[in-house]
T-cell receptor, first 115, second 116 residues
Framework: AQSVAQPEDQVNVAEGNPLTVKCTYS??????LFWYVQYPNRGLQFLLK??????LVKGSYGFEAEFNKSQTSFHLKKPSALVSDSALYFC?????????????FGKGTTLSVSS | DAGVIQSPRHEVTEMGQEVTLRCKPI?????LFWYRQTMMRGLELLIY????????DSGMPEDRFSAKMPNASFSTLKIQPSEPRDSAVYFC??????????????FGDGTRLSIL
């Protein structure tokens, strides 16, 4: 069975500091991994994905994520946080070996960036 | 390119009434998903379609919920009769199947439903 965990409900960082939002996953086959961001009163917006290849994936708005197969993790990172990055972040996983399956989303992590 | 369009954006109605939520996916996308988001339960997948055919409706909470996709450009989620515990934000999302499971889903801005 597929699952994804976001162990932190909230992450607080100061503007200009690096940020990390954690995600771990469980799939029986190879994972397809995604990060989404949700701003208030909006739908989820796609940030980046890992399918195969380079473990460091770069996405929108200066975000990047590192795939670590041994630790089954896919943490979202940004070198320098902005106040405008404050939002709800979702990690999602799909098993590449199971056709027709939908994405499994984590419960979300609220990122709060203070000025 | 227009994104996923949902209507209405807000719906307030009384318990027992029928509610119909509408979704227009991105043109050319052949997967369509309906989600529900609440503070308590987070983001829940209700049902999804591929080429207008329902693939998995195991997330539909009760028989009061039904979803249809009569053509590639339109889907509805209906609740009849509605109950206060159905209050939530309902999202529609679409994606391409070309490339397999690698494509991201694109979300609409949701319908905020309040059942009084």
């Amino acid at each position: 069975a597929q699952s994804v965990a976001q162990p932190e409900d909230q992450v607080n960082v100061a503007e200009g500091n690096p940020l990390t939002v954690k995600c771990t996953y469980s799939v029986s086959g190879n994972p397809y991994l995604f990060w989404y961001v949700q701003y208030p009163n909006r739908g989820l917006q796609f940030l980046l994905k890992y399918i195969t290849g380079d473990n460091l994936v770069k996405g929108s708005y200066g975000f990047e994520a590192e795939f670590n197969k041994s630790q089954t993790s896919f943490h979202l990172k940004k070198p320098s946080a902005l106040v405008s990055d404050s939002a709800l972040y979702f990690c999602a996983v799909r098993d590449a070996n199971q056709a027709g399956t939908a994405l499994i989303f984590g419960k979300g992590t609220t990122l709060s960036v203070s000025s | 390119d227009a994104g996923v369009i949902q209507s209405p954006r807000h719906e307030v109605t009384e318990m027992g009434q029928e509610v119909t939520l509408r979704c227009k996916p991105i043109s050319g996308h052949d997967y369509l998903f309906w989600y529900r988001q609440t503070m308590m339960r987070g983001l829940e997948l209700l049902i999804y379609f591929n080429n207008n055919v329902p693939i998995d409706d195991s997330g539909m909470p009760e028989d009061r919920f039904s979803a249809k996709m009569p053509n590639a450009s339109f889907s509805t989620l209906k609740i009849q009769p509605s109950e206060p515990r159905d209050s939530a934000v309902y999202f529609c999302a679409s994606s391409l199947s070309r490339g397999g499971l690698r494509q991201p889903q694109h979300f609409g801005d949701g319908t905020r439903l309040s059942i009084l």
